[in-house]
Nanobody, 124 residues
Framework: QVQLVESGGGLVQAGGSLRLSCAAS????????TGWFRQAPGKEREFVARINWSGSSTNYADSVKGRFTISKDNAKNTVYLQMNSLKPEDTAAYYC?????????????????WGQGTQVTVSS
């Protein structure tokens, strides 16, 4: 099994930036594809971004394309989500998740392992 721990959330003004980290332990993250999801109060968990096991392929939700970048450092066993030009509607708890499937998986039930989440709040 792989354990995931997110960090880097916080309060930021609209237009600002944050970088989230997802540190893996137990197994090497290079064996897994990793995704970021977010969930705002009263809303369903939604897909944000995904990176494949090697880091050679990524996909993004339309709402974050051009603003967010997912990357991974297999040597550090960590996946990152760089978030720029943040908007109030980006406010949510952000979760990283991992699985060993191929392809652009966007549904939460397609992922096997989850972190505990980190809160991102964007003020207007």
């Amino acid at each position: 099994q792989v354990q995931l721990v997110e960090s880097g959330g916080g309060l930021v003004q609209a237009g600002g930036s944050l970088r989230l980290s997802c540190a893996a332990s137990g197994r090497t993250i290079s064996r897994y594809a990793t995704g970021w999801f977010r969930q705002a109060p009263g809303k369903e968990r939604e897909f944000v971004a995904r990176i494949n096991w090697s880091g050679s392929s990524t996909n993004y939700a339309d709402s974050v394309k051009g603003r967010f970048t997912i990357s991974k450092d297999n040597a550090k066993n960590t996946v990152y989500l760089q978030m720029n030009s943040l908007k109030p509607e980006d406010t949510a708890a952000y979760y990283c998740a991992a699985d060993r499937n191929l392809g652009p998986r966007v549904r939460p039930d397609e992922y096997d392992y989850w972190g505990q989440g980190t809160q991102v709040t964007v003020s207007s």
